[in-house]
């Protein structure tokens, strides 16, 4: 599972504040950041600002994700020396999950092979523009699932673009010795495994355990192909409506055992169409113990691992499934996909057909766009940079100019005041505290339940 995800964020103080200057000089007397420090140890206790927390990104980023009404969508110029992020979308799957909100159907053969023959033509509309593109990340659906096409989409994009990370999403069903070799061929460093959980209770209860097999079984091949990729990642999701801690930590356990290279470990999100699906067939979403959860995973992970982002755990420097830690911009290709380019989010058509036909007239296939002010380019690297752990406050300021004191100083000072984060004045670096990186979990997973309702959006 990867977010593709779109901005702005963090509409949580919109008061005046103070020069970040002064605050800066405040937050410096009297933290000097030893090693380490930031980086392991557990949250905070304060569940009624973790729900004061997520009621305002709630509401606030449901207002940032509306993009209704204004101009034609239109998508924005390339931009010369910034890197780039390349996102295809695969929206075909074999069997489709109750909690997901991506774009995706069942697959059809000839209609997927039909779409990724767009996909490529749509790689070639980009290069016309002037678009190059330093990494690339196919998720989905499951991009997998005609591995023959996806790897002739990536030759392609590699024949098109300077392209040096690829990380690609797939399901336990696919990890067979030809679609390995096919992917390592392609040139793929990163594979992302959606398991969700090793419960065969939970697997049965999603639709999983048939198709995809036991948790025992999976667990045994992620041992088998460990040290194919640069990394292996395993996709997990915690804070089912049946997930006990003690079934959490059993997965953990086994997750330890596979020697995988990464985790990444996300709560529960569904949208609003999505939940009384969920209900009905998992259970409603308990909520009150999500921090208790985040911590059994924090406690039992670090280490051996250490955090690459406030959900994602790695034993070494890797790609993650948050691409947009890494690349400030990123292009959105394929139905249904979001991409966010110099300030303007847009959304690609979410009909099949439509986005096949568009795209064979030489169209860049848009559906929706939404420009965004300084500001909330400001909230958004805000939230992103932070979400990955840290924020080089002079790379923003040389990025964002003369407004990013102004709005950055109204973005800290609630975060400082909960301490949720703190300054490192050697580096001139904002870092999460160990509360602080619950904090972020919630509002990301706040952002993402509202880009997942955008997307229902867009079906209708």
């Keep these: 599972m990867k977010f593709n995800c ?7 103080l919109q008061a005046s504040a103070p020069p970040f200057r002064l605050i800066k000089r405040r937050m410096s007397a009297n933290v000097a950041w030893p090693q380490g420090k930031g980086l392991s140890g557990t949250p905070g206790e304060n569940p009624v600002i973790d729900t004061i927390i997520g009621r305002l990104a709630r509401k606030q980023f449901a207002r940032a994700v509306n993009f209704r009404g204004g101009a034609p969508p239109a998508l924005p110029p390339a931009r010369a020396g910034n890197p780039c992020l390349l996102y295809i979308h695969v929206p075909f799957c074999e069997q489709l999950c109750p909690y997901c909100s991506f774009n995706r159907v069942i697959f059809d053969r000839a209609l997927c092979r039909e ?14 523009r002037g678009f190059a593109f330093e990494g690339l990340y196919a998720g989905g659906g499951t991009p997998t699932v005609m591995i ?10 590699k024949s098109l673009y300077p392209i040096r990370e690829i990380s690609v999403e797939t399901n336990p069903n696919h990890l067979t010795d030809g679609h390995l070799e096919v992917l390592k061929k392609a040139g793929v460093n990163r594979l992302s495994v959606g398991i969700q959980s ?17 948790g025992a079984s999976i667990a045994a091949r992620l041992k088998e192909i460990g040290g194919m990729f640069d990394t292996l990642n395993a996709d997990m999701i915690f804070n089912f409506a049946g997930q006990s801690a003690e ?20 709560p529960l999100m569904v949208s609003s169409k999505t939940r009384e699906l969920v209900q009905r067939t998992l259970g409603p ?5 999500e921090r208790d959860f985040y911590r059994v995973i924090t406690e039992r992970l670090v280490p051996p691992y250490r955090f690459s982002s406030a959900w994602c ?10 691409y947009v830690v890494d690349y400030d911009d990123y292009a959105g290709l394929g139905s249904g996909s979001i991409g966010y380019l110099n300030g303007t989010c847009y959304a690609n058509t979410f009909d099949i057909r439509g986005y096949i036909d568009r795209v064979n007239r ?50 800290l000072i609630p975060f400082r005041i909960v301490d949720a984060v703190r300054y490192d004045y050697r580096k001139d670096w904002l870092y999460l505290t160990p509360r602080g990186r619950y904090y972020w979990v919630v509002m990301m997973r706040e952002f993402f339940t509202a880009v997942n309702n955008f997307r229902d959006y867009c079906r209708q």
């Design 285 to 289: 979403v308990p909520e009150d113990r």
């Design 148 to 157: 023959d096409e996806l790897a002739a989409t990536l030759g392609h994009a």
């Design 198 to 214: 090793f419960d065969d209770t939970l697997l049965k209860a999603m639709d999983r355990y048939e198709k995809y097999g036991s």
């Design 247 to 266: 079934s959490l930590k059993a997965d953990i356990d086994r997750l330890l055992e596979t020697g995988v290279d990464q985790v990444t470990y996300y």
């Design 362 to 411: 030489g169209e860049i296939p848009l559906a929706a766009s939404k420009v965004f002010s300084p500001g909330d380019q400001v909230r958004y690297d805000f939230l992103m940079k932070l979400f990955g752990l840290f924020l080089d406050i002079p790379s923003m300021r040389k990025k964002h100019g003369r407004p990013f004191d102004r709005h950055f100083s109204r973005l």
């Design 6 to 12: 779109c901005g702005p964020c963090l509409f949580l």
């Design 115 to 128: 779409y990724f023959g767009a996909l490529r033509k749509e790689l070639s509309l980009y290069r016309d």
């Design 313 to 322: 755990f790695s034993r070494k420097e890797a790609m993650i499934d948050e």
